[in-house]
DNA sequence: TTGAAAATATTGAATATTCAAGAATTGAAG
DNA sequence: CTTCAATTCTTGAATATTCAATATTTTCAA
């Protein structure tokens, strides 16, 4: 008899295709709600790390909201245009430019934060608060795992 | 005392953000091995949903493949091209083209499957087998309860 | 049967992302 | 000190993706 081989698993059942359809279809409901303040998932990740009122450099940005160098510099360009965050150079490393969240960043910052508590309160209704802390620890874990 | 409000929970805490990072991570693993043989992950699953031999339309492949329409068509364009799969007008609706997978097709896409069996061991390895299965289970859980 | 609406796939222009190279600054070895 | 390698960010060209419009075929109501 054959013994069972994992090559011929249908790709919906590996973990790299699962999380890719997770990610797709959550982003999605996420894009659709911020869409309302017009502002695409990326510049309000962005946002949020910066709200915490200290100066981050691109490199750290770029790790933190998951985009690579020369596009976070692109959007961060249009942001500034549009006066949500200002570039600031290091005095301690003039190599670096530090970004700082603007007043009108911040007040945009929140309206995007309710919108995307909504979005989790809508998982947390349909998906159910056990499941939701249980797959965020999981994730958490995979993570940590990879690195 | 404050109520604990989730509006200033940091970005690292929403499921969305946990969903991109790892998704993130272990699709750049996976690019990795597949690059052994300069195939893009997408081209890797559309190979995989061919290879059961039948014909699919654009529109099954665009669903199934995460990809949208436009992009598809172009990406089956490099990949008839390289005379990987080729195009069949469906006899029984003239509208739809049906996608078969070659030969050289099959050929690659063994390839390409071991070397994502590879990668599936290794985080089996680091991240248990426990933790992966159940992770599967509770992604493919939230994915239904999203539609 | 005919004609309007829906479904399917492709195309081209607009937009976004990525890769490779460049400019500026720092670090550090000799 | 001086110079060379490493770090940080930006830029421009190449590539890829997306949006809107188009072409074709089917469906279905009148």
Known sequence: ??????????????LAYLLAQ???????????RLSKEGVP???WRI????????????????????LNHPTLTKMIDRMVSDTLVYRVQDPNDRRKV???ISDR?????KKLNSLAVDQEEHILESYGDKSTSELKRLLESLIDSSN
């Open 1 to 14: 008899m054959a013994k069972p081989s994992k090559e011929n698993s249908p790709i919906t059942e590996h």
């Open 22 to 32: 997770a990610n797709r279809e959550i982003n999605r409901q996420l894009e659709l």
């Open 41 to 43: 998932v990326e510049q």
């Open 47 to 66: 946002l949020k790390v910066l709200s915490d009122g200290n100066g981050h450099s691109m490199g750290e940005l770029a790790g933190a909201v998951l």
């Open 98 to 100: 530090l970004m700082f």
């Open 105 to 109: 960043g911040k007040v945009l910052c």
